[in-house]
């Protein structure tokens, strides 16, 4: 019998408490003081060093790292893991640290294509490394690296054209049209949801529109649209049925996030990547350039959708003009899904102990 324990940071507590209650109530929920180095893709060496909103919230987060730090080896002292799995977010840096430190045996997980700061750190230590992406995006040790995908829902697999239609009576669009989702994840895309908007008229001509407008914005774009028509429809966020609602869509515009994508992929959605370029590192960018190297995913840039208002609708005519793109899309994307990627990441972890 496993003892499982979750440590995270103070502001994923509350959502990660909610997870695991869903999946099993015995696993609790510890908080690690953490902090994150801020580096802005759009930003220049100097302009880090000089911006206030930069600088000052750095050297404080430093300060918590070194406290996390402490805090770390405090808590592993009295509970001793046999194996720690850290996903790579800047909360694991302390863990990880702290770990070594007490030479307890850890795995890293990666899953851009990019990888993160805090694995490249500890990477060095690790007994084995996991990825979402093919290893030759990575630069560690290929002796202990492992391309075993992301573990995603099992909801999210190819359906049957049954089910597609059934999807799109359910949100009350017309089966026979075809269906675009857009989605700029769980707080939204202005930049995205803009574009839409400058689009809408010439979308409702080719198609049937679902623009998962984020949380936040959603009173706006509301708003500005006037409310929901027989076919453009807004909704500011999708708790249940999202996997059902991608598999259904013959184009999805998403994000670039790691995890979004192995889900299109899983589906086999022809997807059009907007990466967000202005996030740490630019990661978004090259997690979409992997999927586009091997001719899965179309990208549009979203820094030229101000300049050319017909980039973004240039794209989706592309896919909605030509079927044998759009299945090749959904054929070459669904080539990455990799549905025991969590089986394999648990065969790594029991393999370290």
Same mark, same amino acid.
């Given at each position: 019998? /496993?003892?499982?324990?979750?440590?995270?940071?103070? %502001?994923?507590?509350?959502?990660?408490?909610?997870?695991?209650?869903?999946?099993?109530?015995?696993?609790?929920?510890?908080?690690?003081?953490?902090?994150?180095?801020?580096?802005?893709?759009?930003?220049?060496?100097?302009?880090?060093?000089?911006?206030?909103?930069?600088?000052?919230?750095?050297?404080? $987060?430093?300060?918590?790292?070194?406290?996390?730090?402490?805090?770390?080896?405090? %808590?592993?002292?009295?509970?001793?893991?046999?194996?720690?799995?850290?996903?790579? *977010?800047?909360?694991?840096?302390?863990?990880?640290?702290?770990?070594?430190?007490?030479?307890?045996?850890?795995?890293?997980?990666?899953?851009?294509?990019?990888?993160?700061?805090?694995?490249?750190?500890?990477?060095?230590?690790?007994?084995?490394?996991?990825?979402?992406?093919?290893?030759?995006?990575?630069?560690?040790?290929?002796?202990?690296?492992?391309?075993?995908?992301?573990?995603?829902?099992?909801?999210?697999?190819?359906?049957?054209?049954?089910?597609?239609?059934?999807?799109?009576?359910?949100?009350?669009?017309?089966?026979?049209?075809?269906?675009?989702? !857009?989605?700029?994840?769980?707080?939204?895309?202005?930049?995205?949801?803009?574009?839409?908007?400058?689009?809408?008229?010439?979308?409702?001509?080719?198609?049937?529109?679902?623009?998962?407008?984020?949380?936040?914005?959603?009173?706006? !774009?509301?708003?500005?649209?006037?409310?929901?028509?027989? *076919?453009? %429809?807004?909704?500011?966020?999708?708790? /249940?049925?999202?996997?059902?609602?991608?598999?259904?869509? $013959?184009? !999805?515009?998403?994000?670039?996030?790691?995890?979004?994508?192995?889900?299109?992929?899983? !589906?086999?959605?022809?997807?059009?990547?907007?990466?967000?370029?202005?996030?740490?590192?630019?990661?978004?960018?090259?997690?979409?350039?992997?999927?586009?190297?091997?001719?899965?995913?179309?990208?549009?840039?979203?820094?030229?959708?101000?300049?050319?208002?017909?980039?973004?609708?240039?794209?989706?005519?592309?896919?909605?003009?030509?079927?044998?793109?759009?299945?090749?899309?959904?054929?070459?994307?669904?080539?990455?899904?990799?549905?025991?990627?969590?089986?394999?990441?648990?065969?790594?972890?029991?393999?370290?102990?």
């Amino acid at each position: 019998m /496993s003892e499982v324990r979750f440590w995270c940071d103070k %502001k994923f507590a509350p959502q990660a408490k909610g997870i695991m209650a869903k999946y099993d109530s015995s696993i609790p929920v510890s908080v690690i003081m953490a902090g994150k180095l801020r580096r802005y893709h759009h930003l220049t060496l100097w302009q880090h060093l000089l911006i206030p909103s930069v600088v000052f919230p750095n050297i404080f $987060d430093i300060c918590k790292v070194l406290l996390g730090l402490i805090q770390s080896i405090v %808590k592993l002292i009295f509970w001793r893991p046999d194996v720690i799995f850290l996903k790579g *977010g800047y909360v694991c840096l302390p863990v990880g640290w702290a770990a070594r430190f007490l030479k307890i045996p850890y795995i890293i997980h990666d899953s851009d294509a990019h990888p993160g700061l805090t694995n490249r750190l500890l990477a060095s230590k690790a007994k084995f490394i996991a990825t979402g992406a093919p290893l030759e995006y990575y630069p560690y040790d290929k002796t202990k690296s492992y391309y075993v995908g992301i573990p995603v829902s099992g909801d999210f697999t190819l359906l049957e054209e049954g089910r597609k239609e059934a999807t799109k009576r359910k949100y009350g669009f017309n089966p026979g049209k075809p269906l675009i989702v !857009v989605t700029g994840g769980g707080l939204g895309a202005k930049r995205i949801n803009d574009a839409i908007l400058r689009l809408r008229k010439e979308l409702k001509e080719r198609a049937s529109v679902l623009l998962i407008t984020g949380v936040g914005q959603y009173n706006d !774009v509301r708003h500005r649209t006037g409310g929901d028509d027989a *076919g453009f %429809k807004l909704v500011n966020f999708i708790s /249940s049925g999202m996997a059902q609602l991608l598999g259904s869509a $013959d184009i !999805v515009i998403a994000r670039a996030g790691a995890t979004s994508i192995l889900e299109l992929a899983a !589906v086999g959605a022809p997807s059009i990547l907007v990466p967000n370029g202005r996030l740490t590192a630019g990661h978004q960018l090259k997690n979409a350039k992997v999927y586009a190297d091997a001719g899965a995913v179309l990208i549009a840039d979203e820094e030229k959708f101000k300049d050319d208002e017909n980039l973004l609708l240039d794209k989706i005519d592309a896919i909605l003009n030509n079927e044998d793109l759009k299945k090749n899309l959904s054929q070459k994307i669904n080539q990455f899904a990799k549905p025991d990627a969590a089986k394999e990441t648990a065969k790594l972890i029991k393999k370290a102990v």
